[in-house]
């Protein structure tokens, strides 16, 4: 019940996880949905989002989950 401020690039890289909860997104396939063909960004940029993204959520942030060596998803359980 209380409104959380994010950037669009935190907004779409939620929506995207939210979209297909459990499904593991690779930094890549973020990079790819968020960036698109920007040549400027890496994939420890994703990283840094999911992070802030993360802390802007609080309790809610420990659903969005590290795959290591893979990526990130939302949990579901």
Do not use: C
């Not at 420990?62 to 795959?67: A, F, G, H, R, Y």
């Amino acid at each position: 019940d209380r409104k959380i401020d994010l950037t669009l690039t935190e907004f779409k890289i939620l929506k995207l996880l939210a979209q297909k909860p459990g499904w593991v997104f690779s930094r890549e396939q973020i990079l790819n949905s968020v960036w698109g063909d920007e040549k400027n960004v890496y994939d420890r940029t994703v990283d840094v989002h999911i992070k802030n993204l993360r802390d802007k959520l609080g309790k809610f942030g420990k659903l969005i989950k590290s795959v290591r060596g893979v990526g990130y998803k939302i949990d579901v359980e």
